[in-house]
């Protein structure tokens, strides 16, 4: 079963059905970074560069935080010091992945945000204040909105024509410590990135139906 | 400075500027999605139908969650009694935004998704007894997937042609009490939803640098 975003395969009928003309965006991108995207348990050799990782930044960048805050932090792991080290902090069958896979990124959640509160959201002087005085609203609008931007993050991987393969198992005390020295860090997930491998997926699994999540009052 | 995502205007240079060819998503998606989208803070009286809910939702359920949790669930406010009740738990300016979008949209985290494992990961069998024993990781795997979900939601109304207004401003412990009788849902946004109004965004506000965010060891 492999398969690569490159050539996309023709869908399923049931993804096909789906679609029903209310959406703006367009069929092929709705498969890139959608109905076609798959998260990857396997990759190629292939490198991811570095300047694929800033065209997708410079992509997922304007996605919206709550008052622009942009907690995200990256650390791409591309040293095999460093891939050892994080290796260590994953979790059973994420330690093979984390070995293997072409480029491998720590997403964090700065919850120093609120230093750049006067650059990025220049018009509310007091607003760097609000964060400062309440440790806990930092640390939640920290993670909430570094959260958000892992979510833009994977499709913006996706948009770029690569897999991404997210992973939440792993110690994330333990990377803290090993990748963020000054404590204001909290690591949110590790992304495997590249090109999908042999075998890199299973069959895809069921989603919930529109009545099961959606309510109306 | 009225615009609508009907007829997306030209980007300012620095926006072009800033595509570089390492995408395969193509131009027009990515200003749909990402670089002509905008938060909006008014919106026109065109109703947002069932329809393109359901639209939007059938091509955001195929985004990636932990184990395929899917723990978003969305309570669509179309009466005027359900959204005076939202209404009084906003906070300071989301009240009046509130009260005049098209659609009101509330988006929770389900704390008991573990109770649809069986159907969603269902190659494991012990899957919904990992969750059942530990709240403290079912509260944290919701919040976080449910997030996710709110990001491929916020880009989902954007897809449809739509403007979303997401807002983290209100008294979460209220709008769980009034909306989930439950007790297991915890409210993580609330989201206008239409098509742009009058005046409907300041200028945008600036992204930090590549440099700023991503460090690589």
Redesign the interface.
Known sequence: MTQT?DAPTTLAPEFEA?????????K???D????A?R?ANTFTDEPV?E??????????????T?M?I?P????????PE?RGRLVEQMGGNNKAKTSTAPLVAILAADTDFHD?LG?????FEGARDIFAGNDELREG?AR?NA??????F??GI????LA?G?M?GFDAAGIDRE?FADGAHRT?AVVNVGRPGPDAW?DR????D?D??????
């Open positions: 975003h789906e679609f029903d003309g209310h959406l703006e965006l367009d092929d991108a709705q890139l970074l959608f109905r995207a998260t560069t300047e694929q990782v800033r065209a997708i930044y410079d992509l997922v960048k304007w996605a919206p709550s622009n942009q995200l932090r990256i650390v791409l792991v591309r040293s460093a750049e650059k990025v959201f220049p018009h609008s909430l959260t958000l931007q892992l979510a833009y994977i499709l996706r948009a770029a024509g991404a997210p939440t990748f949110i299973f699994l069921p989603r919930l529109y099961e999540v959606v309510t109306t009052v």
